[in-house]
């Protein structure tokens, strides 16, 4: 990668995370020393240059009252999938939606959707509505809930932060 000092430094401080105040960007430029107005022409330019392709945002679904969590399985016809996946993925029901290849014999599933709710049959009724209002109902599905919570962090760019 071709970063300065500052851009690496801003990089790493934003790695940790963006505090939830009214002035995110104001804040993580009292930590490297720069302005707010510097921290977000930095990071313009560093999505410009392709350093940065996204920013990302990770929600507590647990702290909100989402207490039971299912990431539904799917077997959709290849040709079918990508049609499948955008239609489920603009659905408010799921928060995560993917393709990923098939391991076949054992696990014939392409097409991954995240459901959140406050009970298990809360997420169960969401994913039935879902595939019906959805015409997918007819695809092969499991909905596999979650049976204990780890920490999630967003993705990790530095060494310092590595060794953290």
């Given at each position: 990668m071709d970063v300065n000092d500052r851009e690496l430094a801003l990089i790493s401080a934003l790695s940790g995370g963006l505090e939830l105040c009214a002035a995110p960007y104001a804040r993580l430029g009292l930590v490297v020393g720069m302005s707010e107005a510097e921290v977000i022409a930095t990071l313009s330019a560093l999505r410009e240059r392709g350093i940065i392709r996204r920013l990302g945002v990770i929600v507590r679904h647990h702290e909100l009252g989402y207490r039971a969590n299912a990431m539904v399985v799917w077997d959709v016809p290849d040709?079918?999938?990508?049609?499948?996946?955008?239609?489920?993925?603009?659905?408010?029901e799921v928060t995560l939606c993917y393709r990923r290849p098939r391991r076949l014999p054992d696990w014939p599933f392409n097409l991954f959707t995240m459901v959140h709710g406050k009970d298990r049959a809360e997420v169960e009724a969401a994913i039935a509505g879902m595939a019906v209002r959805e015409g997918v109902d007819h695809y092969p599905r499991h909905a596999l809930f979650s049976l204990k919570r780890f920490k999630q962090c967003g993705a990790r760019y530095s060494q310092r932060q590595a060794a953290e």
């Open positions: 040709h079918q999938v990508g049609e499948v996946g955008r239609r489920l993925g603009q659905c408010p």
